[in-house]
């Protein structure tokens, strides 16, 4: 949550899948302000300090950025897909995200990746 906003993952089993931007500065009528789409199964999200930019573990192995200053229209800035390893190079699916600096740290099925983002901005 950052602000009046929480910023929502999920899977396409019960929907859209992505992410979902909510203005809760209502809390008793949370209200459905934006979302991106392009990622089928998240699971992991972490938001910039001042909520313009979110970063999304996706199932497909891929690290999506994503410009969120206009709430009601998130953007794709980037992403990258995070290798596989020897055994299973084609396989990888990201479960966590968390950004320190300009290092996003991906949790995966074989670890954890460093994913430079300093060339991601809007």
């Given at each position: 949550?950052?602000?009046?906003?929480?910023?929502?993952?999920?899977?396409s089993?019960?929907?859209?899948?992505?992410?979902?931007?909510?203005?809760?500065?209502?809390?008793?009528?949370?209200?459905?302000?934006?979302?991106?789409?392009?990622?089928?199964?998240?699971?992991?999200?972490?938001?910039?300090?001042?909520?313009?930019?979110?970063?999304?573990?996706?199932s497909?192995?891929?690290?999506?950025?994503?410009d969120?200053?206009?709430?009601?229209?998130?953007?794709?800035?980037?992403?990258?897909?995070?290798?596989?390893?020897?055994?299973?190079?084609?396989?990888?699916?990201?479960?966590?995200?968390?950004?320190?600096?300009?290092?996003?740290?991906?949790?995966?099925?074989?670890?954890?990746?460093?994913?430079?983002?300093?060339?991601?901005?809007?």
């Amino acid at each position: 949550m950052r602000g009046n906003y929480a910023y929502l993952v999920d899977g396409s089993t019960f929907g859209d899948g992505g992410l979902r931007v909510v203005d809760v500065s209502d809390p008793t009528t949370p209200t459905v302000l934006g979302q991106y789409t392009d990622c089928g199964e998240a699971s992991g999200v972490d938001v910039s300090a001042d909520g313009n930019t979110t970063y999304i573990a996706c199932s497909d192995g891929s690290l999506r950025i994503v410009d969120t200053a206009d709430k009601s229209n998130p953007l794709l800035l980037g992403s990258v897909m995070l290798p596989g390893n020897v055994q299973l190079p084609d396989y990888n699916s990201a479960h966590a995200v968390s950004v320190v600096g300009k290092v996003a740290y991906v949790g995966n099925e074989h670890g954890v990746d460093e994913v430079d983002i300093s060339n991601c901005s809007r």
